[in-house]
């Protein structure tokens, strides 16, 4: 079993930047996926960006590219997601992930945290 617990939401200006930071416990991340995603009221949990076990290969939403960043540390069992140049429309809850490859999709993750909650103000 795997716990996650994510950490370092809050409240931002519209073009702040935040790190989110997600640790993992009972189980060595670093031979799995890992990945983020977000679900804003009344909307479906939404992918956010995804990574490798190793590192070396991420991808984005299409609408996210260039703002944020994905990053991990096994060593650390830690994943993190550096948001930059934050938007009103970034609001939601965000979620860590476990999968047991690397995927976009949210149906090939089987552990996922409790969320933070990001909120952009205008």
């Known amino acids: 079993q795997v716990q996650l617990v994510e950490s370092g939401g809050g409240l931002v200006q519209a073009g702040g930047s935040l790190r989110l930071s997600c640790t993992a416990s009972g189980r060595t991340i670093g031979d799995y996926g890992m990945g983020w995603f977000r679900q804003a009221p009344g909307k479906e949990r939404e992918f956010v960006a995804a990574?490798?076990?190793?590192?070396?290969?991420?991808s984005y939403a299409d609408s996210l590219k260039g703002r944020f960043t994905i990053s991990r540390d096994n060593a650390k069992n830690a994943l993190y997601l550096q948001m930059n140049s934050l938007k009103p429309e970034d609001t939601a809850v965000y979620y860590c992930?476990?999968?047991?490859?690397?995927?976009?999709?949210?149906?090939?993750?089987?552990?996922w945290g409790q969320g933070t909650q990001v909120t952009v103000s205008s």
């Open positions: 992930a476990i999968a047991r490859s690397y995927s976009n999709w949210l149906k090939d993750y089987d552990y």
């Open positions: 990574i490798n076990w190793y590192g070396d290969r991420t």
